[in-house]
């Protein structure tokens, strides 16, 4: 199965940047999309980003301008760059990978990010 390890999450004050990364164990050169999403504590899961064929990117309305999804294919690695970072980004944030093999989604276990002063 594949595997998604999530990492580069911290506090962060606000205004601040982090970078987060996923790494995957399959080729993302032929992934169908990859996507980051989100939880805050007390709130559902939130789709934040994608990024798919053609490294066609969306955002959802509330990071559009403030970050930026991308993937490295020889490192098998998607980021997410995440700038001017406001306490209500603060969340568990989760990578998914869906694949052309599988009906399935597959999940990493996610990395804290926490905006604060």
């Known amino acids: 199965q594949v595997q998604l390890v999530e990492s580069g999450g911290g506090l962060v004050q606000p205004g601040g940047s982090r970078r987060l990364s996923c790494a995957a164990s399959?080729?993302?050169?032929?992934?169908?999309?990859m996507s980051w999403y989100r939880q805050a504590p007390g709130k559902e899961r939130e789709w934040v980003a994608t990024?798919?064929?053609?490294?066609?990117?969306n955002y959802v309305d509330s990071v559009k301008g403030r970050f930026t999804i991308s993937r490295d294919n020889a490192n098998n690695t998607m980021y997410l760059q995440m700038n001017s970072l406001k306490s209500e980004d603060t969340a568990v944030y989760y990578c998914?990978?869906?694949?052309?093999?599988?009906?399935?989604?597959?999940w990493g276990q996610g990395t804290q990010v926490t905006v604060s002063l």
């Open positions: 990024i798919a064929r053609g490294d066609r990117t």
């Open positions: 998914k990978l869906r694949v052309a093999w599988s009906s399935r989604d597959y």
């Open positions: 399959v080729n993302i050169g032929s992934v169908n999309s």
